[in-house]
């Protein structure tokens, strides 16, 4: 069941977006309007992790791709013996610009690694650990950290399935390891896509766009 669509681009974001689609739109159109570079990502929650707490954290992560000039749009899908439901989009094959995100437990380790992040299966699931971003807000004993923390970690996976294999870099928000500086960053809000990084991400999302939309008209046009 559907229970929540967030746009995550605040509208600084927006504008930034607004602006570079601006630049984009300085080509000639020749009658076709560019899809603007976006994906979906479908959402199942198997965690502890509130309803409140989710919704934050996709905001952040939202806010972190907007940045990179990307829109993301959030679908909550049921989990659960039970949640199987009419119209629930993780019970459908995720369109072409669609990424599927599993909040899961963690497995229990010590160190501020990727490892303990968790895992993208590229080019279409990602998967973090809540708990992860809970004790590392409760060892700071602040929790306001939390959805924070969980935002970044969510698109940190989310930017491998976007970036491809060995998308790890040595600065920014695909550091394999953060460290202090960036947790401090994190909370800053400046943990970011590396302008490198904010490029290919647009790319990959306008190609996943183009290939849906290529793969509509195709059919479209089938006699
Ligand atoms: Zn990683």
Not at 66 to 95: F, I, Y
Not at 105 to 123: E, I, R, W
Not at 191 to 216: C, G, V
């Amino acid at each position: 069941m559907i229970t929540r669509i967030l746009s995550g681009a605040s509208f600084g974001v927006m504008a930034a977006w607004v602006g570079i689609m601006g630049l984009a739109s300085a080509e000639p159109a020749l009658g076709v309007v560019d899809e603007p570079p976006a994906i979906t990502v479908l959402v199942a929650n198997y965690s502890q992790a509130s309803p409140a707490v989710l919704a934050a954290a996709e905001r952040e992560a939202g806010r972190i791709l907007g940045q990179a000039g990307l829109r993301t749009s959030w679908l909550e899908c049921s989990v659960g013996p039970s949640g199987v439901s009419l119209g629930d989009p993780c019970q459908e094959a995720p369109a072409a610009n669609g990424i599927r995100l599993r909040i899961l437990p963690a497995p229990v380790l010590d160190k501020f690694q990727d490892s303990v992040f968790g895992f993208a299966v590229h080019p279409l699931l990602a998967s973090v650990y809540y708990e992860f971003a809970l004790r590392r807000a409760k060892r700071d004993d602040a929790e306001f950290e939390l959805p924070i923390i969980l935002g970044c970690v969510m698109s940190h996976e989310l930017g491998h399935l976007l970036l491809g294999s060995n998308s790890h870099s040595d600065k920014g928000i695909m550091l394999p390891r953060w460290e202090v500086n960036q947790v401090r960053q994190l909370m800053m809000g400046t943990l970011l896509f590396t302008p490198d990084q904010a490029r290919l991400i647009r790319l990959e999302a306008q190609t996943r766009t183009k290939s849906q939309r290529d793969t509509r008209t195709s059919i479209s046009l089938t006699p």
